[in-house]
Antibody
Framework: QVQLQESGSGLVRPLQTLSLTCAVS??????????WSWIRQPPGKGLEWIGY???????FYNPSLNSRVTISADRSKSQFSLTLSSVTAADTAVYYC??????????????WGQGTLVTVSS | SYDLSQPPSVSVSPGQTAVITCSGD??????VSWYQHKPGQSPVLLMY???KRPSGIPERFSGSNSGNTATLTLSGTQPMDEADYYC??????????FGSGTKVTVL
């Protein structure tokens, strides 16, 4: 049974760095055919794709966040992480980690974490 | 960037059919997935590769994609189907995008 669990600080001060970790169980994060993603939902708004780390370690980010976001993975701990720098109130959101299953010309998110609320406030 | 537009809301009576659209430029040339999202819960995959249902998803959910519009159809809608629904596709080979979301209300 694949499970993902987010953890990290729920309160971040403006202009500081948001850090979250997603612990993965039930499947190695090095497994072929999968990427490991971060997605967020600001209060009252829709889902927003943040980025993902491919099995090879390559990363891809939402261009609107590209300069502030980093996704990394630690295969030995079976987890991957998100850092978002210089946060503002607009970064307040529920952050989800998810497994993205890749296939030719497409992909989908088949497993999600329960989500963690991060509030940016002084 | 690539935009996916959805109607903000759809209302349906129990037992009736709800149709949720997702529009984007030449969307029919991309694969679309759909997610159901209830308050306080994680999104759930409803449909992938336009029209394939994962194991455990009821047959009353169906999908299609052609031209500039993908469609999620809820047949015989039940009160438990009340939720937000999001489409998702590739913006490019490396970027992803979600639709704006549709709130389905079962009256």
């Amino acid at each position: 049974q694949v499970q993902l669990q987010e953890s990290g600080s729920g309160l971040v001060r403006p202009l500081q760095t948001l850090s979250l970790t997603c612990a993965v169980s039930g499947v190695p994060i090095s497994s072929a055919g999968y990427s490991w993603s971060w997605i967020r939902q600001p209060p009252g708004k829709g889902l927003e794709w943040i980025g993902y780390i491919y099995q090879s370690g390559r990363t891809f980010y939402n261009p609107s966040l590209n300069s502030r976001v980093t996704i990394s993975a630690d295969r030995s701990k079976s987890q991957f992480s998100l850092t978002l720098s210089s946060v503002t109130a607009a970064d307040t959101a529920v952050y989800y980690c998810a497994r993205e299953r890749d296939y030719s010309s497409g992909s989908y998110y088949d497993y999600w974490g329960q989500g963690t609320l991060v509030t940016v406030s002084s | 960037s690539y935009d996916l537009s959805q109607p903000p809301s759809v209302s349906v009576s129990p037992g009736q059919t709800a149709v949720i659209t997702c529009s984007g430029d030449q969307l029919g040339k991309k694969y679309v997935s759909w997610y159901q999202h209830k308050p306080g819960q994680s999104p759930v995959l409803l449909m992938y590769q336009d029209s394939k249902r994962p194991s455990g998803i009821p047959e009353r959910f169906s999908g299609s994609n052609s031209g500039n519009t993908a469609t999620l159809t809820l047949s015989g809608t039940q009160p438990m189907d009340e939720a937000d629904y999001y489409c998702q596709a590739w913006d490019s080979n490396t970027a992803r995008v979600f639709g704006s979301g549709t709130k389905v209300t079962v009256l």
